[in-house]
């Protein structure tokens, strides 16, 4: 990708474009935004991940989330990959990456509501987690080669139904997670996407994830078990990673589960996940 950074956004005529922003701290894009001092260097296409460079230096007049439902294929997430995570769980590290998939009717804007069901209202959690998005496809990709699959990073919330997941009156007598995970906009994205050339293999950047201001998970990328290159090369082993597949990484400690009592997520809550890097989602969990 030529691009270091790149956003979607509304500019001063009304058109969706896509730029790269002409600053690089991203925990700034909202506020240079709003204050109407955030300008972009063109980037020409119908996607995020088919754009290339154009000639205008456009003003930013809204920012838009950077993925949509139809530039996704899947999305393929990754359970159990936080050592902490995995202790608070009271689990045994696994030997491999355990995956499950949501729809692409799962991605949501930075900034976007989150309907939560009625079926999900009883135990809604948070997950703040580290995605990959795939910029070209591959299939038993080396991980010596991983990197190269890459067409970025995106700061992620994995929303998920605890007693669809794991309740035996709902979920029966094996844990499933494609269902309690792959409601309607449960997986909200941060407002950048971020290359490689920015953050390397992602292994070493501060995560934090605040429900209405309080700080719930704060670890690094660096506890994860099953890194980026690791994972990327897995979970294309006989399986083709199309472009635009998402893989998020998996969620540290400290999610509502864990605690006692766990702090389930309510209406009107406001969920916020930072990485160090790659921004942030911040969204109101709205029950219908």
């Not at 804007?109 to 591959?138: C, F, H, M, R, W």
Request: aromatic share 6%.
């Amino acid at each position: 990708m030529s691009w270091s950074r790149l956003i979607r956004f509304v500019d001063t005529t009304g058109k969706v474009c896509f730029g790269e922003p002409a600053i690089n701290d991203v925990t700034k894009l909202v506020d240079e935004c709003l204050a109407g001092t955030l300008y972009a260097q063109e980037f020409v296409g119908d996607s995020a991940l088919s754009v290339t460079p154009g000639a205008r230096r456009l003003q930013v007049k809204e920012i838009l989330g950077v993925l949509r439902p139809e530039d996704i294929p899947i999305i393929r997430c990754v359970g159990l990959n936080y050592m902490a995570h995995i202790k608070e769980g009271g689990r045994t590290p696994p030997p491999h990456p355990s995956l499950f998939i949501k729809p692409n009717t799962s991605i949501a804007a930075y900034n976007e509501d989150i309907p939560i069901p009625q079926i999900a209202q009883d135990s809604v959690d948070y997950e703040g987690e580290l995605s990959v998005v795939i910029g070209k496809t591959g299939r038993n990709i080396p991980m010596e080669t991983a990197l190269d699959y890459v067409a970025g990073y995106v700061v992620a919330n994995d929303v998920s139904c605890r007693s669809w997941q794991k309740d035996p009156r709902k979920a029966g007598g094996v844990p499933q997670w494609c269902f309690s995970k792959g409601f309607d906009k449960f997986a909200p994205l941060g407002p950048v996407l971020v290359s490689p050339k920015v953050v390397g293999a992602a292994d070493n950047l501060r995560l934090q994830t605040l429900v209405n201001g309080e700080v719930r998970q704060d670890t690094n990328t660096s506890d994860l078990l099953f890194n980026v290159p690791h994972l990327i090369s897995f979970l294309s082993q006989g399986t083709t990673l199309e472009k635009g597949t998402i893989i998020m990484t998996g969620t540290p400690s400290g999610v509502a589960m864990g605690m006692t009592p766990p702090k389930y997520l309510k209406a009107g809550d406001i969920v916020e996940v930072s990485i160090e890097g790659l921004g942030s989602t911040k969204n109101i969990m709205a029950f219908e």
